[in-house]
């Protein structure tokens, strides 16, 4: 069957070989609401749809008028042989119940790399992902930008406390990164953007190198909360 957690999800899972993330956009809080309470009901009146889902969650944009949802498959098998013979008929009843919901399309992720603090402990607060966009497809562009990223970190002089992670994933089409971040919560990630700097990060040569990048197209961050988890029971 399927079970509801408010446990946030491990992305650094080894057992997760397809991560993919998506946008629904809504338009309203209400409407935010109603439909995570719709995707909650479609999926627990239903079996556990396959072996290879791991875990599938929902968080609610600050903005007031989106949803992402990033789902944990084994491989992307498993997610298509889902879409030929399940997912219809949930998307139907979400559709039913909340109509009028756009699907701004879904991203094919692998996770390259991660950066935990050793002994972290904190209650995560709030989710921030950043969507990096480069000019056309580039593998080896995408793993030396993550990192550089990491260099940047490393020589980081004046790191922010509020900050708990970050998992770096790397789109299959390879135009894109996608940096999923924990932090202690929405204003310490609003105070870290503020320091001195352009973004996250001091101005230091490395960083300097990271925001320049050559090919580098856009960064687009957007803050979240967890609002619901769906895995086996």
């Known amino acids: 069957m399927t079970r509801r957690t ?3 999800p491990d992305l650094a899972d080894p057992r997760i070989g397809a991560p993919f993330f998506s946008t629904w956009r809504v338009g309203t809080p209400l409407r935010q609401r109603q439909t995570v309470e719709a995707v909650a009901a479609a999926w627990e ?3 556990w749809p396959a072996d290879g ?3 599938y969650h929902v968080y609610t944009a600050h903005d007031a008028s989106t949803l992402l949802h990033y789902s944990q498959w084994a491989s992307e098998q498993s997610y298509e042989a889902f879409v030929r013979t399940q997912r219809q008929e949930r998307v139907d009843e979400i559709d039913t119940a909340v109509p009028g919901i756009e699907r701004l399309g879904l991203g094919r992720y692998r996770r390259y790399r991660s950066g935990v603090r050793d002994g972290e402990t ?3 607060g709030c989710i921030v992902l950043v969507d990096i966009e480069f000019e056309g497809p580039d593998p080896d562009r995408q793993r030396a930008w993550v990192d550089a990223v990491f260099e940047a970190l490393e020589s980081e002089p004046a790191p ?3 900050g708990i992670s970050a998992h770096f994933h790397l789109s299959t089409d390879g135009t894109r990164v996608l940096n999923y971040a924990e932090w202690e919560s929405a204003l310490a990630h609003i105070e870290a953007l503020s320091a001195p700097g352009d973004g996250i990060g001091s101005s230091t040569a490395q960083w300097e190198r990271v925001q320049t990048w050559p090919g580098l197209k856009s960064t687009t961050v957007s803050r979240y909360d967890h ?3 769906l895995i086996p029971d």
């Open 6 to 8: 408010d446990t946030h």
């Open 45 to 47: 009146r239903r079996p």
């Open 122 to 124: 904190r209650v995560l």
């Open 160 to 162: 922010h406390p509020g």
């Open 53 to 55: 889902l791991l875990g």
């Open 227 to 229: 609002a619901l988890g």
